[in-house]
């Protein structure tokens, strides 16, 4: 079975950093996955990491230890707009199915 | 845009009907996923199916069913729908860049 696990709310401060993890249990791994959503609408690609270390893209930046089960979404210079749920998503081995975390809630303020 | 049409956006209907949702994958795309968002909750993936063929299955009732057809796009069949049943449901699709794309998601309101 897979387990995935992240924070269920958080708050930060506009032009603040913050850090959104994710932890996992899966019978095996192919590939960790970040997506926004914002209310109502659906989810959209943001970041992927199948090995280890830290991969940048603008204001995000994604980071996975598959030894340690765990991946992080930063994000940096925060905006109003980045207000959104942040889905974590473990590919499985068999490359057959996106599982889901529960999603983090992140609110900014200003 | 993500290349995937999903159709209707909105979909009202009583309890006891039956309805069917609409998904055409990103040009290329071979797999077709769909998931069941309730309100405030994650996303729940119900079907998966490659080139035709269900390939995986997750938390699907027997109520509901689907498929994919030989140009690609697939059909979610929901039946003896209840007020739980309630709920925004996307497919997504991906194909060699390994990535998952969403639709816009068929919001579904059973009264």
């Known amino acids: 079975g897979q387990n995935i696990d992240q924070p269920t709310e958080m708050t930060a401060t506009e032009g603040a950093i913050v850090q959104i993890n994710c932890t996992y249990q899966?019978?095996?791994?192919?590939?960790l996955f970040w997506y926004q959503q914002h209310a109502g609408e659906a989810p959209t690609f943001l970041s992927y990491?199948?090995?280890?270390g830290l991969e940048e893209k603008g204001r995000f930046s994604s980071f996975l230890s598959r030894s340690k089960g765990y991946s992080y979404l930063l994000l940096k210079e925060l905006q109003m707009k980045d207000s959104a749920s942040y889905l974590c998503a473990v590919r499985d081995p068999d490359g057959q199915n996106f599982v889901f975390g529960p999603g983090t809630r992140l609110s900014v303020l200003p | 845009d993500s290349g995937v049409t999903q159709t209707p956006k909105h979909l009202i209907t009583a309890t006891g009907q039956r309805v069917t949702l609409r998904c055409s994958p990103r040009s290329g795309d071979l797999s077709v996923y769909w998931y069941q968002q309730s309100l405030d909750q994650g996303l729940q993936f119900l079907i998966q199916?490659?080139?035709?063929?269900?390939?995986a299955k997750g938390n699907i009732l027997e109520r509901f069913s689907a498929q994919q057809f030989p140009d690609l796009h697939s059909e979610l069949n929901l039946s003896s729908l209840e007020l739980g049943d309630s709920a925004l449901y996307f497919c997504a699709s991906s194909g060699s860049d390994e990535k998952l794309f969403f639709g816009s998601g068929t919001q579904l309101s059973v009264l």
């Open positions: 899966t019978s095996g791994f192919n590939g």
């Open positions: 990491n199948v090995l280890d």
């Open positions: 199916y490659y080139n035709g063929e269900e390939r």
